[in-house]
């Protein structure tokens, strides 16, 4: 029996990316999870990948997907998600919140006074709705007495990579993941903020081939990245930790929990933490 077999997860922001790769390894792991994104037809979006997509591939993997189309700034919409998961599954015992707006401009050099208003666009897909699917997913969670609610995050958390906005956005999931652990815990239920870093899904696979220069930088050199999956075995391992609780309200680098709990890569690689040319999290586990 895999060490999800009868878990239920929603990872946001699947149909590509480390959302897709989140759910497949979930899936591998026996884990029913239910994939949200706004491509249904391939062709709609200019990289490959729906949410039918990544749900086919996790029946293949040995779990269960089930696509449901969300537009993360609806409110309407994450709420009826949350309510199809408790009436179909009766539970919930994992979120993870990655669905974020990138714009096509994200690694354009120019600063923050030449880009477009519409940036701002990563606060509204990337914090605030991250609020409101933890919003719907707790009460699950704290009827069970368990859970996990993860964030998808990064070393930009303090360090300067791509703009103001996306640091912005970044810092704020890592506090909202400890202070929704501090008024989870009491309930059983964990909240943590994993830091990222290059991850070679197909929008950063496209941008190291187009943009010059791009994979001489700190946030972007191959050789320091991950396959998309590498977070969501990580993530597997952690659901089912005997030290889960003890780690809530922390933000820790993806790469060092992997160590901690022996994941390796999809190709057998140990992914390296970047914390000391990078930066270290600011926010420690809740007492």
Known sequence: MSSLTGRVAVVTGASRGIGK????????????????????TAGDHPLPGTIGDTAAECARRGGAG?????????????????????EEQGRLDILVNNAFALPEDLTDPRPFWEKPLSNWEMVDVGVRSNFVAARYAAPLMVAAGSGL????????????????????????VDRMARDMAVELKPFG???????????????????????PGLSGHA????????????????????????????RTGGTFITAEL?????????????????????????????P
């Open 189 to 211: 239920v964990a909240s943590v903020s994993l830091w990222q870093g290059l991850t070679l899904t197909e929008r950063a696979e496209r941008n190291l081939a187009a943009v």
């Open 21 to 40: 790769g989140i759910a497949l390894a979930l899936a591998g792991q026996g884990a029913t999870v239910y994939i949200t994104g706004r491509t249904v």
């Open 258 to 286: 992997g160590r901690d709990y022996r994941i390796t890569d999809i190709d057998g690689r140990a992914i390296p933490s970047l914390r000391d040319t990078r930066g270290a999290p600011i926010w420690s586990p809740v």
């Open 66 to 86: 089930i696509a449901v189309r969300v537009d993360h700034r609806r409110d309407d919409e994450v709420a009826g998600l949350f309510a199809r998961v408790a």
């Open 149 to 172: 609610v993860v964030a998808v995050s990064g070393y930009t958390g303090v360090a300067y990579t791509y703009g103001v906005v996306f640091g912005t956005a970044k810092s704020a």
């Open 219 to 246: 946030a972007t050199t191959p050789a320091h990245g991950c396959s998309p999956e590498y977070p969501g075995r990580v993530i597997a391992a952690l659901a089912v930790a005997p030290d889960l609780l003890a």
